[in-house]
Every structure is written in structure tokens, then in C-alpha cells.
């Protein structure tokens, strides 16, 4: 899994090239640690969000976002969705954008749009996942 980016903790992998299962077991890491979780729909489940804000881009596009507390029920109800059959024609063509919180600190977000997962690596452990920046290392030297 290589990095395309990384900004103090944070490193950015691009979707395409991690994989739905890698996506599916970060996303499940992530909601054991967060908090409040922030979406770009309202969650198709009975809980209603704590509040809507919205999100400004440098493009001038504004995004709504729909923020939860993270209880079993939200928690149970995105990890049933992502592991339906064709979830990411499914719960990710609709939840483009789903950003997990710690408190205030962003431990997890996944921006469909963009293509991209950035991950807060002093959260999530990496060395699972064969992660690696930059060219890797070649084995048969």
C-alpha cells in the first residue's frame, strides 16, 4: 500500500490501489476509536444526527455534512452496509465522504470523490497493511 501523501501523521493512500477489503478493516478500526462520525448523506438508519453543517472546498463547492455520535447502532448499521455485496456501488456512491472522529482529531476519512483515504497513523497501526512511502524497496538486490 503506498502512500501518496503524508502531512505530519496523517498519510493518504489512493482508494483504487488499497482495495474494498483494506477500506472495509481501516473503516472498522476506525469506528472502535471514534466518537462522532461525519457524513456527506443522512444515514438511511433510524438515528437522527446530532446536527448538519457543511464543509466549504477551495473550488467554492459547499458539501452538507451530517455528524452522529458513533453508538453501536450507527456503528453496526455502516459496517452490515459496507459488507453488503456491491457496497461501493451501493453505501459508497451514496456516503461519498465519511470522516471518523476522536474528540476533536480526525482519525479516519474516506472521500470517494477524490479517490483517496487519509488515515492518522499515530491511531491506526499501518504495519498490517504492507504500507510503505515513496518506490519499494527492491527484493532482488
Known amino acids: 500500500m503506498k502512500a501518496i501523501k503524508k502531512h505530519e501523521n496523517y498519510i493518504t493512500f489512493n482508494i483504487d490501489e488499497i ?10 478500526k476506525a469506528l472502535k476509536l471514534c466518537d462522532t462520525i461525519s457524513v456527506s448523506e443522512e444515514l438511511a438508519y433510524y438515528a437522527k444526527p ?3 453543517t457543511q464543509i466549504p472546498y477551495n473550488s467554492g463547492f459547499v458539501q452538507e455534512r451530517f455528524v452522529y455520535y458513533n453508538t453501536t447502532g450507527v ?6 452496509e459496507m459488507e453488503q455485496p456491491r457496497s461501493f456501488h451501493a453505501f459508497f456512491c451514496v456516503y461519498t465522504c465519511l470522516d471518523f472522529y476522536d474528540k476533536r482529531d480526525l482519525v479516519l476519512s474516506v472521500n470517494i470523490v477524490e479517490g483517496i483515504v487519509t488515515i492518522d497513523s499515530s491511531r ?8 510503505w512511502e515513496g518506490e519499494p524497496a527492491n527484493e532482488n538486490e
Not at 19 to 28: D, F, H, K
Not at 75 to 80: A, F, G, P
Not at 124 to 131: P, R, T, W
Request: net charge negative.
Open 50 to 52: 446530532m446536527y448538519k
Open 75 to 80: 456503528s453496526e448499521y455502516i459496517v452490515q
Open 19 to 28: 482495495g474494498q477489503e483494506t477500506l472495509n478493516s481501516l473503516i472498522g
Open 124 to 131: 491506526i497501526d499501518l504495519s498490517k497493511y504492507a504500507y
